[in-house]
């Protein structure tokens, strides 16, 4: 069934449509991929999706619950409970460089939802295993590679229970040896069922790990399809032209 | 030139320095944290204030700080009606103008902090579901001090060295002191040692900041 259902969503910068009637679901323990070429507004939708961006019209319904609906919000309060559901990982980390990588971690659930210290140092310590970084419980996030900071970051979004993850192109800002271990901890991620939603470059992340690719284009979505009939049988000459200069 | 005569000008000099000290510091103590409000009343959304928070800003730095010095300590006594209020001892009227001055230095220093925080870091707040006071107080101040630090060590030299104005109100500071033997002795050398004086306070001050700044590094 549908966590995210978008309709319709519209979204202008000045005379800059980026969005235009953007329409698509997101099922339960779904993992799908965006791809596009820069400025086609697949960030600003994702972005959309987490109040980072206010849409000039259509709906965004999350797990039931109007967060947008006809292009009306409702109160902060409610925005605030829905989108608490929704974790991100961004392009550049957004690591608070004066914390700890414990502090990165524990901040959010100690101030939003009072959890105890004992499970913060508990929980803290479960996910950055997870992520194969144990050894950095005490770094700051100065010392650390580009790796290991977005792998810090998806830490942090985990550590809120989030019930859908956005990723906004997690591997662009990397160096490309390093895009590895970020991608494998999303495969880890995508194999425990959470549901994903993935903008991203990387074609053969898409291919592999996304149950389904949406390939946007000047703000709207061309085409999307299961990874194996999108990347063998692309239908619309758009994506084809994509395609074709993206996979080598 | 013997070392007594050495020790004979340096004694008063050294008292001089406790006022240049204490005026140092009171004005830091209270111009920092002062110069923090005016900061957040410029930012503030409700108007009237923040436009008053600017001018008061525009005022303190488009004047020079012996302007604000004078009119303080001999100006105001003179306003009609309400002057003989405002007599105030020398050092007191002194700290008051130094405090106003200061504030209005740190008040732009701390807004040039905040303006270089990246916004992804506001974002990373908001969803993580931080509201607007945790944001502030746990992500934004933190390093707004942090960016601050290096104009914050610069702005305090310049402190330092402009409590040397008080020589012009008459207040006995360091300068004071060097200049009363230079005219009593017909001698250069007390310029020589007030010098020293202000070089061995600024490179306490520079040595502490640098110690903050490798404390508060973002590494």
């Keep these: ?248 | 030139m013997s070392f007594d005569y050495f020790i004979t000008v340096l004694k008063p000099m050294l008292h001089g320095a406790q006022m240049t000290l204490l005026l140092f510091f009171i004005t830091i103590i209270v111009s920092i944290p002062l110069g923090f409000l005016v900061m957040l009343a410029q930012k503030n959304s409700f108007k009237p204030l923040s436009w008053l928070a600017h001018i008061f800003v525009y005022i303190m730095r488009g004047t020079p700080l012996l302007l604000q010095l004078i009119i303080v300590c001999f100006g105001l006594p003179m306003l009609p009606g309400i002057g003989e209020h405002l007599v105030l001892d020398r050092f007191t009227a002194a700290s008051i103008a130094f405090i106003l001055n200061y504030a209005a230095y740190f008040a732009e220093i701390f807004r040039g902090g905040i303006l270089a925080i990246d916004k992804g870091q506001y974002e990373a707040a908001q969803v993580l579901g931080l509201n607007k006071f945790q944001t502030t107080v746990k992500i934004v101040i933190p390093q707004m001090f942090r960016i601050a630090l290096p104009a914050l060590a610069n702005e305090s030299i310049t402190l330092m060295k402009d409590t040397a104005l008080i020589y012009a109100v008459a207040v006995p500071e360091i300068l004071h002191y060097a200049q009363t033997a230079v005219n009593r002795d017909l001698n250069f050398f007390p310029l020589v040692i007030a010098g020293a004086i202000y070089l061995l306070l600024t490179a306490v001050l520079t040595l502490i900041f640098k110690l903050l700044e490798k404390k508060y590094a973002f590494e």
């Design chain 1, 1 to 248: 069934m549908a966590i995210i259902e978008i309709s319709t969503l519209q979204k202008s910068f000045g005379s800059n449509e980026v969005l235009k009637n953007i329409s698509f679901e997101v099922n339960k323990n779904e993992v799908v991929a965006v791809i596009g070429a820069s400025g086609s507004g697949k960030s600003t939708m994702l972005r959309s999706i987490v109040h980072l961006e206010k849409v000039d019209g259509g709906s965004i319904q999350i797990d039931g619950q109007n967060l947008v609906k006809d292009g009306h919000y409702p109160k902060i309060k409610t925005i605030k409970e829905i989108t608490a559901k929704t974790g991100m990982v961004f392009q550049h980390f957004n690591l608070f460089p004066h914390l700890s990588v414990k502090e990165n971690l524990e901040i959010a659930p100690k101030l939003v939802k009072k959890t105890t210290k004992e499970e913060l140092d508990k929980r803290s310590r479960d996910i950055l295993q997870k992520v194969g970084l144990s050894d950095k419980l005490h770094a700051q996030p100065g010392s650390l590679s580009g790796g290991q900071k977005q792998r810090v970051a998806i830490a942090r979004a985990l550590m809120m229970d989030p019930d859908i993850l956005l990723f906004d192109e997690p591997t662009s800002a990397l160096d490309p040896e390093v895009t590895g271990e970020v991608l494998k901890v999303m495969r880890d991620l995508a194999e425990e069922n959470m549901t994903m939603i993935v903008v991203t470059h990387e074609m053969g992340f898409a291919r592999e790990v996304a149950d389904r690719v949406v390939f946007m284009d000047g703000g709207e979505i061309i085409e999307s399809g299961r990874p194996e009939e999108f990347f063998t049988n692309p239908q619309h000459a758009r994506t084809k032209a994509f395609l074709s200069k993206n996979l080598n």
